[in-house]
Structure formats: structure tokens, C-alpha cells
T-cell receptor, first 115, second 118 residues
Framework: AQKITQTQPGMFVQEKEAVTLDCTYD???????LFWYKQPSSGEMIFLIY??????QNATEGRYSLNFQKARKSANLVISASQLGDSAMYFC????????????FGTGTKLQVIP | GAVVSQHPSRVICKSGTSVKIECRSL??????MFWYRQFPKQSLMLMAT?????????EQGVEKDKFLINHASLTLSTLTVTSAHPEDSSFYIC??????????????FGEGSWLTVV
């Protein structure tokens, strides 16, 4: 079974500051993938970043970086230089390597960027 | 641009009627698609895994006869909510794994469909 835990229901960050959104996971799969998605109020799911369990380096995509600590089973998202448009729900998700490789989501963190 | 297209984005239907939601992968073939449901301010809950050419795999607690899933081709999966009731009102969203070596690890989502049953 897979489990994703996001312990921060809501976060505030000052514009232009960096913010870290926490995510821990649990799985028995030998390999897996970790994702972060952004969901604005419109409902669409926007892919931000991906980290494979065997990737040697932490993933980065523009202002987004994933702080992957395999031993701790954590995959925190770091957003640098926050912008007002970053205000949204953020979901951490994991895809296993068995069966249909379904994706399991965390409960999400609502980020609000303050001007 | 979008790689997974979902239609309709919003639909209102009368209680007791059925409504169909389409999910299309654009420019790639998706042998497997996933259907999720999201209640307000909650996370996405996987409803079922849609497999091209075979029966869908439903998650525990999801009624197969109420949420009919058809994956008729490698680019299209449909979710039909049969005999809809107000408690079925929700946000439904599909996803598919990206095609090709460069994007094979990415899961793309459709735009989602807001269903309101009145």
C-alpha cells in the first residue's frame, strides 16, 4: 500500500520569499516516482516537478526544486522567489511500480502568497 | 498546451439522468487512464483505472454499475455517471501517463469536469 502525508493544511509566505511544502511517503515498492502538482481555484491540475526514486540528483524545474531525502522518505517542494500567482493548493503524489502504477495523492497544502 | 483533454468542463443534469465525461489523450496513446473524484477542499480520490480493451479496475467502495468506464481506444476513456443524484455532484478529473521517453514519467491531467446534479 502507498501513503502520502502532507502535514501542512495551509501555509503563508511573503512575496519574493522561499517556501517549503512538506511531503512524506510510505511504500513497499522497490521503485517509485514522486510528483508535485499545483491546483488553482479553477480546478485544473498543473504538473510541477517529478523525482524518480533512483534519481541521483534532486529534481529542479525553474523556481521549483524537490528536496528528496530517500532515507527519511520525504519529498519536500521548495518554491523560490514566491509570486502572487503561486497561491493555490499543492498536492504531493506518488506512483508505484507495481500493477497499473496508480498515483496516490496527499491531502494537499493551501499556499497563500502575501504581497 | 494541454496533452489530456477532458469534456465537458461543467455539466448540470437532472437527478436520475446519466451524464458522460470524456477524457482524451492528445498526440500520444494512453493504454491506461485514471479517473479521480475530488470533493471541495479535499484531495483527489482514485475511483478507477481505465484500461484500453478491457474492464476497468475499480477502487474499493466505488460502485461499478453507477460509474461506468469505457476505454474504447488508445486515446479515449469515458466515465458515465448513471442515474445521477445530488450526492454525485463533484469534480471529476482524469489522468494519463505521458507517452515517449522524455515524458514517460509524467502524469498529465485533464482540465476536470464539474458535475452538478439538481
Amino acid at each position: 500500500a502507498q501513503k502520502i502525508t502532507q502535514t501542512q493544511p495551509g501555509m503563508f509566505v511573503q512575496e519574493k520569499e522561499a517556501v517549503t511544502l512538506d511531503c512524506t511517503y510510505d511504500t513497499s515498492d522497490p521503485s517509485y516516482g514522486l510528483f508535485w502538482y499545483k491546483q488553482p481555484s479553477s480546478g485544473e491540475m498543473i504538473f510541477l516537478i517529478y523525482q524518480g526514486s533512483y534519481d541521483q540528483q534532486n529534481a529542479t524545474e525553474g523556481r521549483y526544486s524537490l528536496n528528496f531525502q530517500k532515507a527519511r522518505k520525504s519529498a519536500n517542494l521548495v518554491i523560490s522567489a514566491s509570486q502572487l500567482g503561486d497561491s493555490a493548493m499543492y498536492f504531493c503524489a506518488m506512483r508505484g511500480s507495481r500493477g497499473y502504477q496508480k498515483v496516490t495523492f496527499g491531502t494537499g497544502t493551501k499556499l497563500q502568497v502575501i504581497p | 498546451g494541454a496533452v489530456v483533454s477532458q469534456h465537458p468542463s461543467r455539466v448540470i443534469c437532472k437527478s436520475g439522468t446519466s451524464v458522460k465525461i470524456e477524457c482524451r489523450s492528445l498526440d500520444f496513446q494512453a493504454t491506461t487512464m485514471f479517473w479521480y473524484r475530488q470533493f471541495p477542499k479535499q484531495s483527489l480520490m482514485l475511483m478507477a483505472t481505465s484500461n484500453e480493451g478491457s474492464k476497468a479496475t475499480y477502487e474499493q467502495g466505488v460502485e461499478k454499475d453507477k460509474f461506468l468506464i469505457n476505454h474504447a481506444s488508445l486515446t479515449l476513456s469515458t466515465l458515465t455517471v448513471t442515474s445521477a443524484h445530488p450526492e454525485d455532484s463533484s469534480f471529476y478529473i482524469c489522468s494519463a501517463r505521458g507517452g515517449g521517453l522524455s515524458s514517460g514519467n509524467t502524469i498529465y491531467f485533464g482540465e476536470g469536469s464539474w458535475l452538478t446534479v439538481v
